[in-house]
């Protein structure tokens, strides 16, 4: 040790030690004694066996370790208190063989009260004079807290943490396996089933985050009680969740599976203090052969999920070629959609009003129609249905305000006085666009069409989603200046409370009802009832799909204020709004229906 010779003073070490390194230790102890206590008191867990197991010596941290007093784990039979009997000779050797400190093997221990505890052993081999065979030298980790991390980890690793469900890693690997195991036994049959909550963003937008969690723990627990042990059911992802089912007996049985996990369903979640209704769509892929891939297995159960969305959501699709035929047709169809707008494929055509008291046009509803450049007539509400699949709605919602509004100021030449109205239809997404308001006002401007001059057709449906905010939006519009009217009337799912709210001016009542009208006296007390519920609200009632003088006669009974349908004109392109105006009008006044 230097000591700064100049200044005379000593390291900070040697301060503390208090005397002079060089100098001889001022006590005397044998290597035995030193070895004795150094061996009894180290705080690592030690133990002496022979090479047969027997127990030579412990040290006080390898007893607190175990739980036994020395002389238990000295006396006959202290190598089996341990649990030591097991391991023979070679499994000592097997730990002496492994390199010091890293190559530590975990071994167990039994402790008095009965349970084990997991070290990592690292072993020593020494000669002992007395012992024929020689000894080793254990020192052992206690590992029990980091094996129930690496459990903890491992859990968190393949679980999802929400639902305590098996995650996309484990189900990845369930369905790997299932695979391999039914190629291997030269078949099996197998599904997965994909469940897609419907509209599960209302709950989470309306409700809160944490009540859409609460229903999704509620969900899983009820999904649980719906799968067997062997089935592997998993949160794939938010809404999404997986059933991995293995040994089914044929591929007809997944309908069953289908209906226990769509009975989750019936019953509404109470979450939040609400009662909360969740409905999902759900698509299956069964497999009879194990030579599948989990990645196209995926991508068909998706395809078949959507389809079950697309027909209405709130049911299964099995998956089978047309569902993938269908799949693709509309991909295509939603692709040259979006070439069709810039084209100028697509257009507006217009279908007389007739107000049925005079005979008179009173205005005309937009219809979009999409002019094909290969294929036969796409009709509109297959396209739109496609549109609405996207975004693509929003451009060809406010291609048909800016079109048919246009094309409406152009009428004014035809109106001689009158005041002609144009329909446009909106769609539900539309509806709760936030935009909305903002491109009827900008259709408006660019027009020049007074707002009066305007009717926005809603449809019954949109009233299933958030009725507060359609019924804003609504509001909204009609603060504009528009007038609202309700859409395909007595076939949807309105409820007078929607109704009520958005006190819409004009109800057109469905084709549906109208052409089933002649010669069935039931359907038109039912007809009568909607058009006197209609005329109760203050809305003036018009009747679709009129194609002849019997479904005229009909409507004009149960006294609908507004005829439309083939009878009188079907929708014409813009440019023959003039001469199908004059036509219509003449027909009546010749009294020719
Ligand atoms: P809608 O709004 O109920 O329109 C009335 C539909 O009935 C039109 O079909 C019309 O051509 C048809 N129609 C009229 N009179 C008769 C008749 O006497 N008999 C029969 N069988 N049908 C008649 P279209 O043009 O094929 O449109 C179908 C649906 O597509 C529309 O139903 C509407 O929901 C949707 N649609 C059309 N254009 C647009 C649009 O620009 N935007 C939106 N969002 N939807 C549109
Ligand atoms: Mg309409
Ligand atoms: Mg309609």
Redesign the pocket.
Known sequence: MAVDGAAGTQHAGDAVAGRSPAAPAPWHVTGRELYERAFALNPTPLLVLDGSGFVVEVNDAFCALVGHDRATLLGPGGGQVLGLAERGPDDLRQLGDSPAGSGARPVRWRRDDGSTVTTRVAATFFELPGVPDGCWLLAARDTSGEDDLVEQLTYQAFHDPLTGLANRVLFEDRLGHALARATRAGGGCGAVFLLDLDDFKGVNDTLGHHVGDELLVALADRLRLQTRVSDTLCRFGGDEFLLLVEDLESPHDVDDVAARLMSSFEDPFEVGGTSVIQQASLGIVPWSTGNEDPTSLFARADTAMYEAKRLGKGRHVVFDPGVHERAVQRFELAQELRGALAAGELSMHF?PLVELATGRVEGF????RWAHPTRATV???VF?AIAEESDLIFE??AF?LREATRRAMGWTAVEHGRSLYVS????TR?LYDPNLVRTVEEALTLSGLPPSRLVL?VTETAALGDLEAANQTMQRLVQLGATIAI??FGIGYSSLSYLSLIYPKIIKID?SLVRGCPGDPDRLVLLEGVVSLGHGLGAKVVA????NAEHLACVRAVGCDVG????FS??VPAGDVAAALHRVEEELRRGRH
């Open positions: 279908q509803e937009a219809l979009m009709p509109p509400d739109i060809l919602g048909a446009v239809n909106l769609s539309q057709e859409d395909d084709q679709e799909g009129i194609e439309q349908g083939y009878l079907p929708a």
